[in-house]
């Protein structure tokens, strides 16, 4: 990493813009019920090794977890995610991002609020490969 660039190496935030930490903020104040649902079962002692932070700024993104030890990002995405359009916007993401070294996975809110455990089993698996 060089000191000329802030958006690689080893930063928590890849060089994110204080408007993005005050965005972040809002959307930590009024999260969706799947991500809340998400950020409970993500308390518990079950992933208490990763220490996940919700709505974290990471360059001019905001991840809804991400777990700087394990360099991992979930998202939990709403039904705009299903637009094509934001389907394009989200690959770009997911491109820059996992440039940083970071894995993302993905789940729709519909599967947390309907099949907890499921996504549970899935994160547990992503974080112990």
């Known amino acids: 990493m060089t000191k000329d660039n802030p958006y690689h190496g080893?930063?928590?935030?890849k060089g994110a813009p204080s408007e993005i930490f005050r965005r972040a903020e809002k959307l930590r104040n009024n999260p969706t019920k799947?991500?809340?649902k998400l950020w409970e079962e993500?308390?518990?002692?079950r992933f208490k090794k990763c220490h996940f932070r919700r709505q974290?700024?990471?360059s001019y993104f905001i991840a809804d977890f991400y777990s700087h030890k394990m360099?991992?990002?979930?998202?939990?995405d709403g039904e705009y995610h299903q637009s094509e359009d934001q389907q394009r916007k989200d690959e770009i993401r997911t491109?820059?991002?996992k440039f940083q070294g970071i894995e993302i996975?993905?789940?729709?809110?519909q599967e947390v609020m309907e099949d907890i455990e499921t996504v549970l089993k899935a994160i547990n698996e992503k974080i112990n490969f």
């Open 105 to 109: 996975i993905r789940f729709t809110n």
């Open 34 to 36: 799947a991500e809340q």
């Open 71 to 76: 360099k991992l990002i979930i998202e939990v």
């Open 95 to 97: 491109d820059l991002i």
């Open 56 to 58: 974290h700024p990471i």
């Open 10 to 13: 080893n930063s928590m935030w």
């Open 42 to 45: 993500l308390q518990l002692n």
